[in-house]
């Protein structure tokens, strides 16, 4: 998926200002540079003047941001390294942290859109790259997850 597909979706969930983001995003790397004028670029649509893309830097600080923000910072323990290729099993690894969901809230946020998905197939998303049962999340199940989770955090 887009990286700024995620991104617009995360800031539409939370109903977070350019300002926000840019403050999350910091919270994982207070060295990162980030200004209104980027994000305001990442935010809009592919087609619309001004348009830039998201690198997978900017969407590991910003999720990892998320994580602290939500959750606070893990106490005595190092920053994490950050990502630097993202993949759509690390946003949906990182999404399962930062709103603290266990299994049964993963499969209600696939089923609030109507696209359920078996538990084996969601374990799959969580392995490891090498082992045999892993599998790639795929643009439309990332998709779908996060329509369904804006549903849930929205409506709570």
Do not use: W
Not at 3 to 22: E, G
Not at 82 to 104: C, G, S, Y
Request: net charge neutral; glycine share 4%.
């Amino acid at each position: 998926m887009i990286n700024n597909d995620v991104l617009r979706s995360i800031r539409y969930m939370l109903d977070l200002s350019d300002t926000m983001v840019i403050d999350i995003a910091k919270q994982a790397n207070a060295d990162l540079v980030l200004d209104r004028t980027q994000i305001q670029s990442f935010l809009k649509k592919e087609d619309e003047p001004g348009f830039a893309e998201c690198s997978d830097v900017v969407l590991a600080h910003f999720l990892d941001g998320l994580v602290i923000h939500r959750r606070g910072p893990a106490p005595g323990k190092p920053a994490r390294p950050v990502e630097k290729r993202m993949t759509n099993n690390i946003v949906l690894k990182k999404l399962r942290v930062a709103f603290e969901l266990q299994d049964a809230d993963m499969h209600q946020a696939f089923e609030e859109v109507g696209f359920p998905v078996s538990k084996p197939e969601l374990s799959a998303f969580f392995r490891q790259a090498d082992h045999r049962n892993y599998r790639a999340c795929g643009d439309q199940i990332l998709r779908n997850f996060l329509k369904g989770l804006t549903l849930m955090v929205r409506a709570a």
